[in-house]
């Protein structure tokens, strides 16, 4: 039988490419047989959560996980491993939060509540005033100041829970979290309290960012989130007395930036070292629980990558870098501050993919790309359908990778299950307890295995 060069080219061509397929195949094979058997991530986040703990900017914990953090890279072995200099917030909690709901005298009834990062102090001896409760800013203009001056704002306005994409509920409700103080303040409010950013009944209050913007500083007002089910039982005792009282005290207290520093450790590729990709999440936490899936999962995880490559023998062709980012939770000054260094040097990273979503099964991934770069993308969707992590989809990436974007570089975040997400966000149930080991390393896998195909493949 007879056959053109140009048929046995595309037949030999064929062949070469089911062969490197199958090579790929195994060496994702190897990656998760690695992470289950032999990896790291359990361990790290067990020393971080329950030695180190809650790592809030500024803060002694945040330097002590800076520290850990630059000598556990350092112990891999990695080609390269530095400090990246920051300036940081610096927010201290101070004695813990008391709130009470009083219907009269002698009658009050305790509620659990924590005050929002970035807020100030009530007075010495607690701030009691009337609430006036709304869903929204629209509520809030319409009622505005002569019905909110010299009372609580009470914003409850719970994330829907007919959206199964957790994140997107989480949107719909957190502005009031976080502009909620600066508008009520603007109307006379003496203080705000925010239904917690949590789609369970619990008795967790939430904490977050929140900010004044442009408000001078004799018109802040303190601001305090309230667990789920206190919101639910102030909000049915409200609507029973108008006229109730609600007793707030707060300790907290802002201070000037501090230094700080993020944490950056690299293995040089052997082929294309000017080509970056860079893996990572964020080193610092809320200061109520140990921040072990927010964000401690994505940190250990982000340095399991290197570890199994170096675990494995793997030599990259381009330069795989890990970021421990600090700042994410109140201010974003490790993201912005590393990408404004990369672009002073002119460093060209190809592809960025961050784990801030919790240690939960892993279900796929979210990029940012341009609609060439997503059908190659695609294409290696075969590579991950026998781990059930082949759920590739255009959406948001991750904050700290996110100052990073440039319309040329494709950035990427681990989408884990989110339905149990936001039970722990943010709140003093963030703990190792709440991790599952198998899940955290599944999650490490998928990272590592996406990280060797954009290696192997490029852009």
């Not at 000017?274 to 610092?284: A, K, M, N, Q």
């Not at 939960?360 to 695609?378: C, L, T």
Request: charged content about 20%; overall charge neutral.
């Amino acid at each position: 039988m007879k056959i053109s060069v140009l048929t046995f080219l595309v037949l030999l061509n064929y062949q070469l490419l089911s062969g490197q397929s199958e090579v790929h195949k195994q060496q994702i094979k190897k990656i998760f047989h690695q992470a289950l058997t032999n990896g790291k991530s359990y361990d790290w986040l067990d020393h971080l959560s329950n030695q180190i703990g809650g790592r809030l900017s500024g803060s002694l914990n945040a330097e002590r996980a800076v520290i850990w953090g630059n000598q556990q890279l350092n112990e891999m072995g990695l080609d390269k491993v530095y400090l990246e200099d920051i300036m940081v917030p610096k927010w201290v909690r101070g004695t813990f939060e008391y709130a009470s709901i009083i219907t009269g005298p002698g009658m009050s009834m305790n509620v659990p509540v924590c005050a929002l990062g970035g807020s100030v102090a009530t007075p010495a001896a607690g701030l009691r005033a009337k609430v006036v409760e709304v869903k929204n800013f629209s509520e809030l203009e319409v009622l505005g100041e002569e019905k909110i001056r010299g009372k609580f704002v009470f914003y409850n306005r719970p994330m829907p829970p007919d959206l199964i994409n957790t994140f997107e509920a989480y949107k719909k409700t957190v502005d009031q979290r976080s502009n909620g103080a600066s508008k009520a303040a603007r109307l006379g409010a003496v203080g705000v309290i925010v239904r917690s950013m949590n789609l369970r009944m619990d008795d967790y209050p939430h904490t977050g960012n929140m900010r004044y913007g442009n408000l001078p500083n004799k018109m802040r007002i303190p601001a305090s989130a309230i667990s789920t089910n206190g919101a639910q039982l102030l909000s049915s005792m409200l609507s029973l007395n108008k006229d109730l009282y609600f007793y707030l005290k707060q300790d907290c207290k802002n201070y000037p930036d501090v230094p700080s520093h993020n944490v950056i450790g690299e293995i040089k590729g052997n082929e294309f070292p000017e080509e970056i990709i860079l893996v990572g999440g964020h080193l610092d936490s809320w200061d109520l629980g140990d921040g072990a899936h927010d964000d401690g999962a994505g940190i250990v995880q982000s340095m399991e990558v290197l570890n199994l490559f170096k675990q494995m023998n793997y030599q990259p062709k381009r330069t795989i870098r890990v970021v421990l980012y600090m700042n994410e939770e109140n201010g974003l000054r490790g993201g912005i501050t590393y990408a404004e260094n990369t672009k002073r040097k002119n460093e060209n990273h190809i592809f960025a993919l961050e784990s801030d979503a919790g240690g939960f099964s892993p279900r796929g991934f979210a990029f940012e790309a341009n609609e060439k770069q997503f059908k190659k993308i695609k294409s290696w969707k075969t590579y991950f359908e026998p781990y059930m992590i082949d759920h590739f989809t255009l959406g948001e990436s991750g904050s700290d990778i996110g100052p990073l974007k440039n319309g040329k570089i494709v950035l990427s975040g681990l989408r884990p299950d989110s339905q149990r997400y936001f039970d722990y966000h943010h709140s003093a149930n963030d703990t190792f307890e709440a991790i599952n080991k198998r899940e955290l390393e599944l999650g490490a896998a998928a990272m590592t295995s996406l990280i060797y195909i954009v290696d192997q493949y490029g852009f």
